[in-house]
T-cell receptor
Framework: QKEVEQNSGPLSVPEGAIASLNCTYS??????FFWYRQYSGKSPELIMF????GDKEDGRFTAQLNKASQYVSLLIRDSQPSDSATYLC????????????FGTGTKLQVIP | EPEVTQTPSHQVTQMGQEVILRCVPI?????FYWYRQILGQKVEFLVS????????KSEIFDDQFSVERPDGSNFTLKIRSTKLEDSAMYFC?????????????FGQGTRLTVV
């Protein structure tokens, strides 16, 4: 059973601070890693994906991947109240498979 | 910007009834998916569909479920005899290809309530 683990939170950070969201996964064959944002009652919205070890930056967001440790993280710089949402880590296996396994999500609260 | 559209946004049905959830994927996408999310729980993969057939399905996707692409634009999920535990948000998604750097785009979801 492939598992994706996230701390459910809530993670509270003050406005302007860096929010750090973490995710671990069990399947060593996992190839692609996605971060989605989900507002309450809404659908997941892709923030970014990463598939190579190291960091990937997109605006205020940085994804970090360490395949040896089976760990992926998302940093949100200059957090805004509008960033308050649940952040879903999702993992996809080898290219031949389309199934994406989601974690339970971490609820982020950015305090004005 | 192209998007995945789902109808209806909310469906209420009686236990034992059949429901059909509808989706229009992004027009040039080739891979289609259904996911569900029970309230307060994680998003769960149900099925993927490519080239007019199921390419992968989860253990949740039992004989009560079926998918169909009846024409060139719609992608449907049918639940034959709904149970209370089928109450969830159902998300359709599509992607242009499959591979390491290909993400799925999600529709806004259909909230299914079985009473």
């Amino acid at each position: 059973q492939k598992e994706v683990e996230q701390n459910s939170g809530p993670l509270s950070v003050p406005e302007g601070a860096i929010a750090s969201l973490n995710c671990t996964y069990s399947d060593r064959g996992s190839q692609s890693f996605f971060w989605y944002r989900q507002y309450s009652g809404k659908s997941p919205e892709l923030i970014m994906f990463i598939y190579s070890n190291g960091d990937k930056e997109d605006g205020r967001f940085t994804a970090q991947l360490n395949k040896a440790s089976q760990y992926v993280s998302l940093l949100i710089r200059d957090s805004q109240p509008s960033d308050s949402a649940t952040y879903l880590c999702a993992v996809k296996g080898d290219g031949g498979y389309q199934k994406v396994t989601f974690g339970t999500g971490t609820k982020l609260q950015v305090i004005p | 910007e192209p998007e995945v559209t789902q109808t209806p946004s909310h469906q209420v049905t009686q236990m034992g009834q059949e429901v059909i959830l509808r989706c229009v994927p992004i027009s040039n996408h080739l891979y289609f998916y259904w996911y569900r999310q029970i309230l307060g729980q994680k998003v769960e993969f149900l099925v993927s569909f490519y080239n007019n057939e199921i390419s992968e399905k989860s253990e949740i996707f039992d004989d009560q479920f079926s998918v169909e692409r009846p024409d060139g634009s719609n992608f449907t999920l049918k639940i034959r005899s709904t149970k209370l535990e089928d109450s969830a948000m159902y998300f359709c998604a599509s992607s242009p290809a499959t591979g390491m750097n290909t993400e799925a785009f999600f529709g806004q979801g259909t909230r299914l309530t079985v009473v």
